[in-house]
């Protein structure tokens, strides 16, 4: 049984840093994909970090490359998003998602479980 646990939002002011954590557990195999997606106001959810359990390797969206980055602690069992540089169309909802066999990484539809999100607000 699969579970995710976002933690970490908040409010900050445009240029500060925010961690959002992800809590798992039952995110065991090696062919599972972990991703960020946020949903902002009147706009639909779009995928901003990606990363495999079993590897290092990372992706991002143009949105947010070289602000935001992805790491995980498998002794831990828990996905971070560090952010920096924060901007005002940062704000959102964002959810914890896992997958197994993700080829599209920034497609919500590729991913079986959600966290219930953690909300993010920038001025």
């Known amino acids: 049984h699969v579970q995710l646990v976002e933690s970490g939002g908040g409010s900050v002011e445009s240029g500060g840093s925010l961690r959002l954590s992800c809590a798992t557990s039952g995110v065991t195999s090696s062919n599972f994909c972990m991703g960020w997606f946020r949903q902002r106001p009147g706009k639909e959810r779009e995928g901003v970090a990606a990363?495999?359990?079993?590897?290092?390797?990372?992706y991002y969206a143009d949105s947010v490359k070289g602000r935001f980055t992805i790491s995980q602690d498998n002794a831990k069992n828990t996905v971070y998003l560090q952010m920096n540089s924060l901007k005002p169309e940062d704000t959102a909802m964002y959810y914890c998602?896992?997958?197994?066999?993700?080829?599209?990484?920034?497609?919500?539809?590729?991913?079986?479980?959600w966290g219930q999100g953690t909300q993010v607000t920038v001025s």
């Open positions: 990363i495999y359990r079993s590897g290092t390797s990372t």
């Open positions: 998602a896992a997958g197994v066999r993700v080829f599209r990484l920034f497609d919500q539809e590729s991913y079986n479980y």
